[in-house]
C-alpha cells in the first residue's frame, strides 16, 4: 500500500460511523488527550515501554476510559483489538518532527518510525490529528466538509457541462475531419479539471463516511457515463510515430500545475506535440478510438483492430460493411453494428453542433 492509499484507508478509518471514530469523540468530549498507534508488530513493541498488555476486543467506550490513563493505547492495525494501554512511547530522537507538543511530537515521529498511522487527541486545542507517512492531517466537523463539498459539486457541475460542449463540438470537428491542436488541447484541459474536482470531492466522501452518502449518489449522477474518456482521446492523438506510451502521456497530464493546465500549449506538449508558432492550429487527423469507443457492444480487442486496420477515423467512415468484415473478428452482425453505430454518432454529432 503506498503513502496515498494508507492515508485514505486511515482517514476511513476513522470517518463518521465508524466506531474508532465515535471512541475519539467520546474522548474528545471527555476533554481528555490521547495518542493511539493503529498497529502493532517489533518496531512498535521495541519502542514501547510500561503498561500492561490487554489483548481484547476493541469497543469505543474501552477505549474512552484506557485514554484517561497516561500513555499511549496500541491498537492493531485493522482496530479491532486493543492490544496494549498505558504505554510509553519512546521513539527515536533523531527523526525530524515540525511539532512543538511532548504527544505530537511523539506522534510524528512514531508514524514515521513504524510506518504506522498514529492518531492524537488534543486536550487543549479540542481537535483529532492523524500522523500518517510523514503527513499531518487534522479531522474536521462534517457540516464544515459538507460546506466545502457543496461548493466543490457546484464546480463540478460546471465543469461538466462544459466538458460536455468541449467533446461535443471535437466529436463533430472530427466527423468533418477539421480537428485542430486546439480542440484536442480544449477538450484534454477539460477533462484533467473534471478529474481533479472529482477527486478532491471523493476524499470529502470518505471524510465524511456515513455522512457522505447524499454527497456520493450526487456525485454519480455527475460522473455517470464514459470513464475513460481521456484515454481515448490520448490515443487517438498521440503524433504519429509516437514511442510514449498512452498512460505515461495521461500520468505527465495529471502532473500538470494549476497554472500549467489552463494553457492549452502545456496540455498538448505532454503528448509530445510541438507547441510553437501557429501549432496549435495545426490541423490533427483522430484514429477514431473515442468514437468507436461509443458503439454499444463493441469490445475494446476490436476497437484496437478496426483502428489498427483503418488507421484513421476518415476511412473508418468511409468503410462499407465488406470493408468492416476484412477484420479480424468483425463477422456481418458487428460490421452492421459498427456501421450503424458511426452513422448515428456522426448524425447526432452534426445536429447537435448546428441545431
Known amino acids: 500500500m503506498n503513502d496515498t492509499d494508507l492515508l485514505e484507508a486511515t482517514k476511513a478509518a ?5 466506531e474508532l471514530r465515535d471512541g475519539l469523540e467520546r474522548i474528545l468530549r471527555g476533554n481528555t488527550g490521547a495518542l493511539i498507534v493503529l498497529g502493532d508488530d517489533k518496531t512498535v ?13 476493541f469497543s469505543a467506550t474501552r477505549m474512552r476510559e484506557l485514554a484517561k ?6 491498537l492493531d492495525k485493522d482496530a479491532t483489538r486493543i492490544v496494549r494501554a498505558a504505554t510509553h512511547l519512546v521513539p527515536d530522537p533523531t527523526i525530524e518532527t515540525s511539532e512543538s507538543g511532548t504527544r505530537h511530537r511523539t506522534a510524528e515521529r512514531v508514524a514515521k518510525q513504524t510506518g504506522y498511522p ?8 479540542r481537535i483529532i490529528a492523524l500522523y500518517v507517512a510523514g503527513v499531518r492531517h487534522v479531522l474536521e466537523g462534517s457540516s464544515a466538509i459538507l460546506s466545502r ?15 460536455d460542449e468541449v467533446t461535443s463540438n471535437l466529436s463533430a470537428l472530427e466527423i468533418e475531419d477539421l480537428v485542430t491542436v ?27 463516511g456515513v455522512d457522505g452518502r447524499l454527497l456520493t449518489l450526487q456525485l454519480e449522477e455527475l460522473t455517470a457515463g464514459p470513464g475513460n474518456d481521456i484515454e481515448w482521446v490520448v490515443e487517438d492523438y498521440l503524433p504519429e510515430g509516437s514511442t510514449l506510451e498512452v498512460a505515461d502521456a495521461v500520468a505527465a497530464l495529471t502532473r500538470l500545475s494549476a497554472t500549467e493546465l489552463v494553457d492549452p500549449a502545456e496540455c498538448v506538449r505532454v503528448l509530445g506535440f510541438e507547441v510553437g508558432g501557429d ?16 458503439v454499444p457492444r463493441l469490445p475494446g480487442a476490436i476497437v484496437s483492430r478496426l483502428v489498427e486496420h483503418f488507421g484513421t477515423l476518415q ?17 456481418d452482425g458487428r460490421a452492421k453494428i459498427v456501421r450503424e453505430g458511426l452513422s448515428r454518432l456522426a448524425e447526432a454529432s452534426i445536429l447537435e453542433r448546428y441545431v
Open 118 to 125: 498514529v492518531v492524537t487527541v488534543s486536550q487543549s486545542m
Open 45 to 57: 513493541q521495541s519502542i514501547s515501554t510500561g503498561g500492561f498488555e490487554l489483548d481484547i476486543p
Open 279 to 294: 501549432a496549435l492550429d495545426a490541423p490533427c487527423v483522430p484514429r477514431g478510438y473515442r468514437l468507436l469507443s461509443r
Open 14 to 18: 476513522v470517518a463518521p460511523g465508524t
Open 149 to 163: 463539498a457543496n461548493q466543490a459539486l457546484q464546480t463540478l457541475e460546471r465543469y461538466k457541462s462544459r466538458l
Open 69 to 74: 490513563m497516561d500513555g499511549a493505547i496500541i
Open 182 to 208: 486546439r480542440d484536442v488541447a480544449n477538450v484534454l484541459q477539460r477533462l484533467e479539471m473534471v478529474r481533479r474536482i472529482t477527486a478532491e470531492i471523493n476524499g470529502y466522501v470518505t471524510d465524511l
Open 315 to 331: 476511412a473508418l467512415l468511409a468503410a462499407n460493411i465488406d470493408d468492416l468484415m476484412a477484420v479480424e473478428g468483425v463477422g
